[in-house]
Structures are given as C-alpha cells and as structure tokens.
C-alpha cells in the first residue's frame, strides 16, 4: 500500500483574504500561518487567519521569520502572539529560517522556545539553497524536525505537482537531517482559486498531529455513556454518493479524490470515472470495493485514514 501522504499550505498577509474554507475543502489538513518576524513585526492577518483555520477543522500553526538580532526576543515576540490566540498546544509551529537569521540566532530562539514552553516541537523551516549561508550549521541539534523546500515545475492543484517529486528530495543532505518531516515542494499550488505554498507529510493526520502536543481529553467518569467523536459524526453526516448522483456533494468529492492523486473532471456527475475514482482509493485504502462512496471512504480521503 502506498505511504499516505498529509496535505499542508502556509499562507501570510501576502495571500490576502484567502478562502481558508475553501482550503479545507479541497484536502488540505493543516494551515501554517505567519504570525511574526524579528523582534517587533505582527503579521497582519494571523489572527483572522488563524480563527478561520480552527473555524474549518484544521490543525492550526503559527511560523516565525527569523532575522538578525536577539534570537531569544524574537521566541518571546513569537511565544506571546501565539499564546494570545490559545497556542502552541494544538499546534504545528514553524521556525522560517531563510534571511539574515543563522546559527546564532537559531540556537538562541530555540533555546529561549523550549523554555517558554517545555519543548513543544518545532520545525525548522529552509533549504539546500540557503543552508550553506550557516557555514554547515547542525540544525538537527535543535530540533528533529525539518520542513524542508525542493520546487517541481509548474502550477497545478498539490497532488498533480507532488507526482513531480522524487523520493531523494526526501533526503536534504544539509543541517544534520537525515530526512525531511514536511517537504514545501511548490509555491505556486493551486489552491482557493490562488497560487501559493504547498507542503506534504509522509504519514496519517494522527502522525501529524503528534507534532503539535495536542493535550489529551481528560478519561470518562465511570458510567458516563460514550459518544462518538465529533469528526465521526460529521462523517455519518456526510450523503452517501454513487454512480448516477449529481450536484454540489459530487463535485467535492471528485475534488477530493484528485487531491488524493486522481484525474478526474469536476463536474458534479457522479459517471464512469468517479466510479472508478472510488474505486481506485477504496482498494488503495483496504476498504470494501464497491464504488459507493461513503464514512470510510470520506474519512481516507478528509483525514488520511479510516477512523470510522
């Protein structure tokens, strides 16, 4: 079965009033959003982006642009807008290293980071095309986790332009890293009717969210009735479709299943190809193969994985 791949974007002001619903609704689990840079920079649009984030269902994040200067000032600028808006605890939380901010700089916000908040993990965001600027620096002493960014060529939605990466892009061959956690392999993805960053990671949402310290619900009282989880509801909500359907729920899930690597056309007429479409994903995902699109095949293609 082929490793499952996650789907990210990060967006700052320059995205403008995107559609983070939209964005959500086109497959993308995670939405990584700019909240400061240096010592006295606020992104402008963090905290309508990030409500609309939490708003879609998505795993929130925050990133920090690194510049010259007082590495641990730059943690606490950052630490203070994030805790504002109820982070880092839930969240995916990027250190952007590409500009005038190296070894220095790093090791000092990564240093003062830890303390603020008892090692929260963070990924180091940069490049082979960069990194030489550190003069070799070993990044991976501060953190495991890499974003790394390689760019394939052209604009297309993020799962035909990720067809484009090779396996070895995986490995960055810089900073200590023996593999890349997420890798930035476009920036100009078509995503919300715009171009911007788009961002893969190799495992299930459940692997992803393991990078956030997301904290746990406290154990039922004895006696106390289960209940499903949210998410499992809206699943069960969600229309049961095959062949002969048509309207708005097809052409989702036919956008859906060309996030997940297919080539149909989104028309909203649930014909031959979607079949095959549905099809295709359930026996890549170990479902029941019957062309019927429902919880299971929802949850694969929403989540990564069948939690129903």
Known sequence: ???PITWLVDISHWQGDINIAQ???EGYTACVCKATEGTAYDDPTFDRNIAAVTKAGMIPGAYHYLRDGDGAAQARHFHQRVRKLGGPDGWLIQLDCESDGYGPEMAAWAAEWKRLTGNHPFLIYSGSWWWPRTDGYRGAALTPYLWHSHYVDGSDIGSMLYRQVADSWWKPGYGGWPKATILQFSSSGKVAGRQIDVNAFRGTVEQLRALTRTPK????KPGTPSTPPPTQE????L???KRGATGVSVRVLQALLNVRGQDIAVDGDFRTATETAVKAEQHEAGLAVDGVAGPALYSVLLLGTNIT
Do not use: S, Y
């Open 23 to 25: 964005i959500a609704r």
């Open 1 to 3: 079965m082929a490793e």
């Open 239 to 241: 229309p049961m479709l």
């Open 217 to 220: 619900p406290a154990p039922a």
């Open 234 to 237: 809206i699943l069960r909500e």
